[in-house]
Nanobody, 125 residues
């Protein structure tokens, strides 16, 4: 069982930056792929970024070049650095973890077993 707790959300003006953190419980953090997803009101949950247990990362098209995902296994923590924020980035951001079978591009939310409670990010214009 893995418990995930996100932090770092808030209100920021367009063009600004935020860094989200996701702290995980458990002793096998390094064996999990970690993902960030977001959901805006009235919209489906959207893939944002993932960092594999191997360290490789993948980004959603809407955030490429602006967001950076990283992990520190010694701290059981994954980060999402968000720069050049836009009003359309406004959403609840969720951290997720998956173990088990390795996929090349685990961008589907259904592949993730564990989820945090979410943190609100609001970008004003």
């Amino acid at each position: 069982q893995v418990q995930l707790v996100e932090s770092g959300g808030g209100l920021v003006q367009a063009g600004g930056s935020l860094r989200l953190s996701c702290a995980a419980s458990g002793r096998t953090f390094s064996s999990y792929d970690m993902g960030w997803f977001r959901q805006a009101p009235g919209k489906e949950r959207e893939f944002v970024a993932l960092i594999r247990r191997s360290g490789g990362s993948t980004y959603g098209d809407s955030v490429k070049g602006r967001f950076t995902i990283s992990r520190v296994n010694a701290k059981n923590t994954v980060y999402l650095q968000m720069n050049s924020l836009k009003p359309e980035d406004t959403a609840v951001y969720y951290c997720a973890a998956r173990g088990g079978v390795t996929y090349t591009y685990p961008t589907n939310a259904n592949l993730y077993e564990y989820w945090g409670q979410g943190t609100q990010v609001t970008v004003s214009s």
